[in-house]
T-cell receptor
């Protein structure tokens, strides 16, 4: 397995447009996370799935954001009516409980620029 | 909520040891992690330490944990130019079923040849 993959790697969009990102986790990992990273900051937690169930959402995830993980495999993160403040790197991570630790493995990220 | 602090910059000469420090606020965190991020790349998990340990060594990396002071450090022995990157300390949020991570802002390590 080659690790967590994300698509696209870069996205430039105009303010007000909708965008959708995809994350493919490591195949046997049942947990999937979305984080957002802005320039000069560490990643901030957005939301988490265990299998297909979205179990936790950060208050950072406004109602313009929606995430899905149909069938517990890949996940999508959609941002509606994008704003310039949405410009960031969106990171996906996956994990599997091995020996009591949930090590999170990150994908390369999708860099979103809203003009 | 959890707060994680790191110094922003560190500069060392090639061959010297680097020590990157981190402080956190949630004393009940179970696992603490170090990640490395190179320009334009995602985060690479370097190592982690369980909260009931004081030290963990993994090749050139040594992690020290002082639970009393809520202080975590990462020592890189024989630092190489390839170690130049941003290093993030991350703490598992206690009591969260998601095991979400809270990250510091990252320490940019510059290695001078």
């Amino acid at each position: 397995d080659t690790g967590v993959s994300q698509d696209p790697r870069h996205k430039i969009t105009k303010r007000g447009q909708n965008v959708t990102f995809r994350c493919d986790p490591i195949s046997e990992h049942n947990r999937l996370y979305w984080y957002r990273q802005t320039l000069g900051q560490g990643p901030e937690f957005l939301t988490y799935f265990q299998n297909e169930a979205q179990l936790e959402k950060s208050r950072l995830l406004s109602d313009r954001f929606s995430a899905e993980r149909p069938k517990g495999s890949f996940s999508t993160l959609e941002i509606q009516r994008t704003e310039q403040g949405d410009s960031a790197m969106y990171l996906c991570a996956s994990s599997f409980p091995g020996q009591g630790i949930y090590e999170q493995y990150f994908g390369p990220g999708t860099r979103l620029t809203v003009t | 909520g959890e707060d994680v602090e790191q110094s922003l910059f560190l500069s060392v000469r090639e061959g010297d040891s680097s020590v990157i420090n981190c402080t956190y606020t949630d004393s009940s965190s179970t696992y603490l992690y170090w990640y490395k991020q190179e320009p334009g790349a995602g985060l690479q998990l370097l190592t982690y330490i369980f909260s009931n340990m004081d030290m963990k060594q993994d090749q050139r990396l040594t992690v020290l944990l002082n639970k009393k002071d809520k202080h975590l450090s990462l020592r890189i022995a024989d630092t190489q130019t390839g170690d130049s990157a941003i290093y993030f300390c991350a703490v598992e949020v206690s009591g969260a079923g998601s095991y979400q991570l809270t990250f510091g802002k990252g320490t940019k390590l510059s290695v001078i040849p």
